[in-house]
């Protein structure tokens, strides 16, 4: 079983970066596939991120991809979503996420077994 915990959230102006971290329990870290979800106000939690068990392989969203860089740190059981050019469109509660589905394209909610709690992001125009 694994905890996910996030941080790093907060509010930035337009254009601005942040950096979540999600720090994970467990020593079976290394196994899972991790991703980074997020949910706006009104509308579905919807992909952002992830990152293969071993970091060498990553996909994104299209709406993120060329902002975002999700990487990870076997060692220290972390997994960070650096965010960079943010828009107001980026405000959501962000979410990481551990599945043991060993691929990282196609992966839907369900397929994601354990989530933490989520860490508010506000980007203001």
């Known amino acids: 079983q694994v905890q996910l915990v996030e941080s790093g959230g907060g509010l930035v102006q337009a254009g601005g970066s942040l950096r979540l971290s999600c720090a994970a329990s467990?020593?079976?870290?290394?196994?899972?596939?991790m991703g980074w979800f997020r949910q706006a106000p009104g509308k579905e939690r919807e992909f952002v991120a992830a990152i293969s068990w071993s970091g060498d392989s990553t996909h994104y969203a299209a709406s993120v991809k060329g902002r975002f860089t999700i990487s990870r740190d076997n060692a220290k059981n972390t997994v960070s979503l650096q965010m960079n050019s943010l828009k107001p469109e980026d405000t959501a509660v962000y979410y990481c996420?551990?599945?043991?589905?060993?691929?990282?394209?196609?992966?839907?909610?369900?397929?994601?077994?354990?989530w933490g709690q989520g860490t508010q992001v506000t980007v203001s125009s």
């Open positions: 467990g020593r079976t870290f290394k196994r899972y596939t």
């Open positions: 996420a551990a599945s043991l589905v060993p691929t990282i394209v196609g992966l839907t909610r369900t397929a994601y077994d354990y």
